[in-house]
T-cell receptor, first 112, second 114 residues
Framework: QKEVEQNSGPLSVPEGAIASLNCTYSDRGSQSFFWYRQYSGKSPELIMFIYSNGDKEDGRFTAQLNKASQYVSLLIRDSQPSDSATYLCACSPNTGGFKTIFGAGTRLFVKA | EAGVTQSPTHLIKTRGQQATLRCSPISGHTSVYWYQQALGLGLQFLLWYDEGEERNRGNFPPRFSGRQFPNYSSELNVNALELEDSALYLC?????????????FGPGTRLLVL
């Protein structure tokens, strides 16, 4: 079992729709969870992080965490073609600087 | 504020040679991470340096090594290059006090081994 699992996609949504990206993790000791966006040929950029169960909103992005189910998701509201990218989920065991485990990413395609 | 920088942007080597990749973190960041991203694959953690010390290492052979200098810049060395070492090598930096996953990535060095 992979430590961080994501559906590779591609996930295709029409412009203006909500895109829902999901991630599961195996290490129950994971404390911090991150979503990164990576455009083709570019390096990952941090979108947001979440520590506590529940939802965290930042503009059009909402991260959701359910530690009991070991599940993290990212919702993108009002999806735009510029959101088309690969989204990487990442988990860290604690805040002590231990290595971060990245999922393989989900490719999102927003159709104009 | 300047971001993470990496050099060179591209590197072409032949099997058996050595490659040296360089990274300068964001000013004030003391931690540097190295990742390998092979084509179509996810990020694989290589090494983590903080305050000049190697703090953690991923599941890579010893021919992958590195160091961090007093100014917090870092070098990744890959010895005895193999064809499967061809990948994008990403460096990231973070600031003590932030969760370890809050990393800021450089543009990467694309290594091609022929």
């Amino acid at each position: 079992q992979k430590e961080v699992e994501q559906n590779s996609g591609p996930l295709s949504v029409p412009e203006g729709a909500i895109a829902s990206l999901n991630c599961t993790y195996s290490d129950r000791g994971s404390q911090s969870f991150f979503w990164y966006r990576q455009y083709s040929g570019k390096s990952p950029e941090l979108i947001m992080f979440i520590y506590s169960n529940g939802d965290k909103e930042d503009g059009r992005f909402t991260a959701q965490l359910n530690k009991a189910s070991q599940y993290v998701s990212l919702l993108i509201r009002d999806s735009q073609p510029s959101d088309s990218a690969t989204y990487l989920c990442a988990c860290s065991p604690n805040t002590g600087g231990f290595k971060t485990i990245f999922g393989a990413g989900t490719r999102l395609f927003v159709k104009a | 504020e300047a971001g993470v920088t990496q050099s060179p942007t591209h590197l072409i080597k032949t099997r058996g040679q050595q490659a040296t990749l360089r990274c300068s973190p964001i000013s004030g960041h003391t931690s540097v991470y190295w990742y390998q991203q092979a084509l179509g694959l996810g990020l694989q953690f290589l090494l983590w340096y903080d305050e000049g010390e190697e703090r953690n290492r991923g599941n890579f052979p010893p021919r992958f090594s590195g160091r961090q200098f007093p100014n917090y810049s870092s070098e990744l060395n890959v010895n005895a290059l193999e064809l499967e070492d061809s990948a994008l090598y990403l460096c990231a930096s973070s600031l003590v006090g932030l969760p370890s996953g809050t990393q800021y990535f450089g543009p990467g060095t694309r290594l091609l081994v022929l």
